[in-house]
């Protein structure tokens, strides 16, 4: 049966009418909808822009389709109704159109480094590898790459690249030519510096940014997807690091605290920032409040501004169409306005996915 929603519609700002015929929105009345809502505040489903639905908690590879629609609900049971998964050992495209799960963006495997990152996550190529590992895991996804730029080089005692500067240009250029998308994770300076250069198309993390490449970033268009979640743990990271890599142990506090200053100038300099939570290993699903909490209390960016990153911003950029007429039926509301008081983003009053009422 098709649904009804009135409220006051985000971004526009007016009390609206909306029905959902199916999996589309549109304006046009549908004779014997059924309302859903009658008030409140009305958004795109939110979005996590960095989630992993291929890795459980402890950071072992999900071992089965059933594992991953359990930590995909748990995002759509907290707004979550599309997500872009940033890279995952086990694959799951069956679960692409699963009608009770979240529109999902994904990557293949990270392509990684070898013998540096976490253990049976990524496919770990050395350098002269690296190019055909991104075009099969082009492949594998459905519209993105996750390269890892960096990572602890125990030999080094910190972070470093994962590969020379040519590879990893040439990797997106690889990611590119297969007609996808391509993000790096980067923690350190130099990464960021070469990834961004090499004109990736989203930077996970990227605590190493320095204004020159924030300004270079809001030239070109590069993403930003902080995870502020995820920064919040290099505490844990560095003291268990430090008996054995002190230098490696400093770098990451210092790269933490400096953090929100970062993502502060970023959203002034007009990155395009998106909302997401690095879940999965260490972080739990559901958690996309928190992070939206975080970026405006913490990095200060305006509470519109953080829903736009969550919801409008992060759909239009990941091609899922929002609350526009033939745009996709899934929509959050919320009792108050998220732009007076932010906090209200934990607790939705409905969520509709796919035309259909979750809560
Ligand atoms: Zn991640």
Not at 184 to 200: L, N, P, R, Y
Not at 217 to 223: D, I, L
Not at 336 to 356: A, N, Q
Request: net charge negative.
């Amino acid at each position: 049966m098709a649904l009804h929603v009135r409220g006051v519609l985000l971004p526009d700002d007016e009390v609206r009418d909306v029905w959902l015929d199916g999996d589309r929105v549109t304006f046009d009345p549908v004779p014997d909808a059924e309302t859903v809502a009658d008030s409140g505040f009305v958004l795109p489903g939110l979005v996590d822009a960095h989630c992993h639905l291929g890795i459980a908690r402890g950071a072992t590879p999900v071992t089965s389709l059933d594992q991953a629609r359990t930590l995909a609900r748990t995002d759509r049971d907290a707004g979550v109704l599309a997500l872009r998964d940033a890279g995952s050992p086990y694959p799951y495209p069956e679960l692409d159109d699963e009608p009770d799960l979240p529109r999902l963006a994904r990557a293949g495997r990270h392509v990684a480094p070898p013998k540096r990152y976490l253990r049976d996550i990524g496919l770990e190529v050395e350098a002269a590898e690296v190019t055909a590992a991104v075009t099969a895991q082009a492949a594998a996804g459905n519209g993105w790459v996750k390269l890892v730029g960096d990572w602890i080089d125990r030999g080094v005692g910190d972070l470093a690249p994962a590969w020379d500067a040519d590879t990893m240009a040439a990797a997106v250029a690889a990611a590119h030519a297969a007609g996808v998308r391509a993000a790096v994770h980067t923690f350190s300076e130099s990464a960021v510096e070469i990834m961004v250069k090499a004109g990736v198309d989203s930077v996970e993390h990227g605590t190493g940014l320095s204004l020159d490449l924030i300004d270079l970033m809001a030239r070109q268009g590069t993403a930003l997807v902080p995870t502020m979640i995820n920064i919040r743990t290099f505490g844990g990271i560095a003291a268990a690091a430090r008996p054995k890599f002190p230098g490696y142990a400093d770098h990451m506090l210092a790269l933490r605290d400096r953090f929100p200053e970062v993502v502060r100038a970023a959203h002034e300099a007009g990155v395009p920032i998106y909302v997401g939570t690095d879940a999965g290993g260490g972080i739990d699903h559901g958690l996309a409040a928190e992070e939206m909490l975080l970026l405006h209390e913490q990095a200060g960016m305006p509470a519109v501004d953080v829903l736009a990153a969550a919801s409008w911003r992060a759909r239009q950029w990941l091609g899922f169409p929002g609350l526009v007429e033939g745009g996709l039926a899934d929509l959050v509301v919320y009792p108050e306005d998220p732009r007076r008081d932010l906090r209200v983003v934990r607790t939705p009053s409905r969520i509709v996915l796919r035309g259909r009422v979750v809560r």
